[in-house]
T-cell receptor
Framework: EDQVTQSPEALRLQEGESSSLNCSYT??????LFWYRQDPGKGPEFLFT???AGEEKEKERLKATLTKKESFLHITAPKPEDSATYLC?????????????FGQGTELSVKP | NAGVTQTPKFRVLKTGQSMTLLCAQD?????MYWYRQDPGMGLRLIHYSVGEGTTAKGEVPDGYNVSRLKKQNFLLGLESAAPSQTSVYFC????????FGSGTRLTVV
């Protein structure tokens, strides 16, 4: 069964304290892995797509990496405005209709 | 650049009442989706559509119906609401890098 597990469930950081969020996945074949950011009371906002092991994508203080079993979202020198819930999702090969399978998310809090 | 618009934003229903949630997108996307988000459960797919006039079941379709009469609109219906359908509902469009609406918070009492 295709599955996505994110850890930790919640992460509290001090401003400037770098860390990583983990997304472990089990799929028969991976078409793509996606990271989204969700602010309270809003819909998820697309961040990155990764397609193959070894691939990396960067945006400001965020860098996403991918292996055959997991993805990491590295946050370098975070600021309070980076506080949000980060969602990971996978799209299996042969998945009809573009459906994504989401993890439960990691709630990140960055204190000044 | 409206993207994906959901209406209403909030709604309280009594058990057994019916309602329709509307999703409209202006990006000419073929694919549209309805998800529900519950604490500790993540986003779960209810129904989806791969084009005008088509719909298909997702992971948790029971108690819901959908229609895609026009390419830009995707409607989610609850025929007889139950407390278990209390949730936040998100509509999305796109093939991979989804664009999400801002959500509908539904409470069934």
């Amino acid at each position: 069964e295709d599955q996505v597990t994110q850890s930790p469930e919640a992460l509290r950081l001090q401003e400037g304290e770098s860390s990583s969020l983990n997304c472990s996945y089990t799929v028969s074949g991976l078409r793509g892995l996606f990271w989204y950011r969700q602010d309270p009371g809003k819909g998820p906002e697309f961040l990155f797509t990764l397609y193959s092991a070894g691939e990396e994508k960067e945006k400001e203080r965020l860098k996403a990496t991918l292996t055959k079993k997991e993805s990491f979202l590295h946050i370098t020198a975070p600021k309070p405005e980076d506080s949000a819930t980060y969602l990971c999702a996978v799209q299996p090969i042969g998945n009809q209709g573009g459906k994504l399978i989401f993890g439960q998310g990691t709630e990140l809090s960055v204190k000044p | 650049n409206a993207g994906v618009t959901q209406t209403p934003k909030f709604r309280v229903l009594k058990t057994g009442q019916s309602m329709t949630l509307l999703c409209a997108q202006d990006m000419n996307h073929e694919y549209m989706y309805w998800y529900r988000q519950d604490p500790g459960m993540g986003l779960r797919l209810i129904h989806y559509s791969v084009g005008e006039g088509t719909t298909a079941k997702g992971e948790v379709p029971d108690g819901y119906n959908v229609s895609r009469l026009k390419k830009q609109n995707f409607l989610l219906g609850l025929e007889s609401a139950a407390p278990s359908q209390t949730s936040v509902y998100f509509c999305a469009s796109g093939l991979q890098s989804y664009t999400f609406g801002s959500g509908t918070r539904l409470t069934v009492v």
